[in-house]
């Protein structure tokens, strides 16, 4: 008969079975909800395009998937409407949604290592879970990972996590014991491409079963296999759509190129970035700030101590099923960050987040035991808490909601700018339409920041990169918002300074990559009606306006100084939308020098007032600066301009092709280099 030892203080009471987790759960809870609206500082374009695909599924958007922004799996986003449905479709609906996921996942690692190992094992692994950085950072970014760890705890709970030996009043597992792991793991893969590599630890758990204990294999495999079937069903609809759609994920492409040169025979890249992620645990962490503060290892020295010290233990019992599961579990749930290096390692290792707590745990466990039949001093306990997380609660506090909010490039990255605009644009009149200067004007960047604070309500908002070009409502009375970042070039603000009133200016932080932004009162049709008579009209085929496509009208045009070899060829355009583009297409405007010979001596392809948003009336004037050769011989040359759309571009001209007649043309002279 197995010898029994006396029930220590800490798992005596009955008691304490309820509020010690409990106190836990209000630990993590006050870390995940504090202040949540306002830390992080504001949203990155990855975040406000979430709040965006997430409104989308209450608008009756059902997608299997979500192609934007690299591709994104729906669960988190289906989940993230569910709280909008409740809330409202606001960024703080979606990060309470993060935060009720990380809260769910403190909870489940407590049930899954009290049931694999024992109670004070369970709460040790909680409580250093609730208190660690990287668990309060990943359960308040608005990013679908978080919900990785939780569902696949889940899965494990049900699965495999039972390490306690076969008895003979073992009950086979009823039919729900069958469906849950299956649905877990299942729902697993719809939450993060991290989650690809999951399956593998269960069926290597029964590999090592199958090793070492066979007894418990032939018990097992039957429930396992049923679940794990019923998990590829579940999962089976997402991998359709992936086959189908193979253009619509392209992470993968990005990021396997250590893996593809290990298969062609040449490990070096990926033992690079193996032995770089080793780092993470206590040494040089994830360097990308919006996650982290660059460097910030997971654990900090003592901690790092206590897991090294818990691997060591488990390695030692690597012969205990529970042992063997977590080892499994912290090698492939780490290895994405292992095979990529450490950048983003905090996503890219999230489902390792519950076990890796486990090894610490497994110190503080056997510390505070000393051993096996051995009782605990009875201020083991609080000794042990003081030492252990008293520093962790302290470092997280200190850098999660002091340092890291506050450094410079966090605020850039979650654009602190971009949210005190949207607040200006709040205040002003909702009829008067507003021009923004912006960095990223593509509809998924900047633009994504404000719908994702305003809504659909609010004023009528164009977007554009001031530097090259400018974006004209068809309105007697605009806004006009310039940050100091991304003001409009002299050229174009010479044409807007006559006709536009400062009504604000607003100051953010004197460090601050974009410390402040101008508001004005601007009339975009005294502008263009100042402007016209300083433009040339079309030359070819007439003197009036000239459609290119159906959707644009080129107006005219204005050459800058005179062109030289070796110097920059400055044209402005001036442009009106007809019609809107399909939502799958984006146009670029061209231009190019063409010599005697219709060969492209150069050429320009941007677009800064991008077409996504064009609506019919709407004006813009666009910047085109070609750099001549500086050996380009003298003489006259051809210049043209037009439009083509992506993906489907077709070229304008072709070698030693005369161009099309209805394309924009303008002769030009090019003088010599000086000498």
Known sequence: MEKRTTPTPV???ASRTVWLPLLILLLAAGLRLYRLDAVPPGLTHDEANNVYDAASVLRGARPAYFPVAQGKEPLYLYNVALTMALLGPTPFAMRLTSAWWGLLLV?????????????????????????????????RLGLRAITLPALFTAALLAL????RPPTANHRP???IRYLLPGLFLGLTLYTYLAARLLPAIPLLFGLYLLLTDRQRWWQRWRPWGVSLLIAALVAAPLFAYLQAHPSAE????????????????????LMAKIYEGLHLFSFRGDGFIPYNIPGRPLLDPLTSLLFYAGLLIALRRWREPAHALALLWLVVGFFPALATGVDAAHLRAIAAQPVLYLFPALTLERLRTGGPGRAAPRLAVPILVLLAFAPVAFLTLRDYFLRWPNDRDVRVHYHV????????????PEEEPVAISSFYPGQYHDPR????????AGPPLRWFDGRQALYLPPASAARLILPQAVPLDDALWALVRPHATLLERVELRPDDFDPAFAIYRWSPEETLAALQPRLEAPLRPDRQPVAVGASLTFLGYRLQGEPSAGQTLLLLTLWQVEAPLPPDRDAVLFTQLLDGQNQVVAQQDRLDAPSWQWQPGDRFLQLHRLTLPADLPPGTYTLITGVYTVPDRVDAVLAGHEP?????RLTVYVEGKPV
Not at 449 to 456: F, S
């Open 11 to 13: 798992i005596r009471s």
């Open 417 to 428: 700018d971009l949210m005190a605009i949207a607040e200006a644009v709040r205040r002003g």
């Open 160 to 163: 495999v996590a039972d390490g």
């Open 250 to 269: 392209i992470r993968i492409g990005q990021l396997d190129q250590p893996l593809r040169l290990l298969l062609k025979g040449d490990p070096g890249p």
């Open 449 to 456: 920041i404000l719908q994702a604070v305003l809504g659909e």
């Open 660 to 664: 099309d007649p209805a394309i924009p």
């Open 173 to 175: 597992p009823s039919a």
């Open 107 to 139: 909870a489940l690692t407590y049930a899954w290592a009290r049931r694999a190992f024992d109670r004070p094992t369970a709460l040790w692994t909680a409580t250093g879970l609730a208190l660690s950085f990287w668990g309060v950072s990943t359960s």
